[in-house]
């Protein structure tokens, strides 16, 4: 598991607590340079809030076929729709969105 943020303090202080599968590092979706990941890198991307400069990297490195989670805790469609043109559909009380990350958590170590 990889996680990043565009902020190297809180990437140290990540580093200090992280478990023995999983990184941080350092990438900025708004610089221009894009994430650091290869393209088709990833079978599953997340982001729970984030500029819209990172959809289309979230869509750049998830591998074809693969899944991306959306996490917002406002009226995040319209920021969105741009990018994910009739794929999503609001979910008014979250439990499909718990049952489809329980699922997909399955696949790592505790």
Do not use: C, H
């Not at 290869?38 to 899944?67: H, L, M, Q």
């Not at 805790?73 to 329980?102: Q, V």
Request: charged share 25%.
């Amino acid at each position: 598991m990889v996680g990043y943020d565009m902020t190297e303090g809180f990437i140290e202080t990540a580093n200090k607590n992280k478990k023995p599968n999983v990184r941080y590092v350092v990438g900025n979706t708004k610089d221009g340079l894009g994430l650091p990941f290869p393209t088709d890198y990833f079978d599953v991307v997340y982001t729970k809030k984030g500029p819209t400069s990172w959809f289309p990297e979230g869509n750049r490195v998830v591998k074809p076929g693969g899944t991306i989670l959306l996490l917002y805790l406002y009226n995040w469609i319209s920021d969105i729709g741009d990018y994910y043109k009739g794929w999503i559909k609001p979910n008014s009380n979250g439990a499909e969105t718990l049952k489809n990350i329980k699922r997909l958590g399955q696949n790592f170590s505790k």
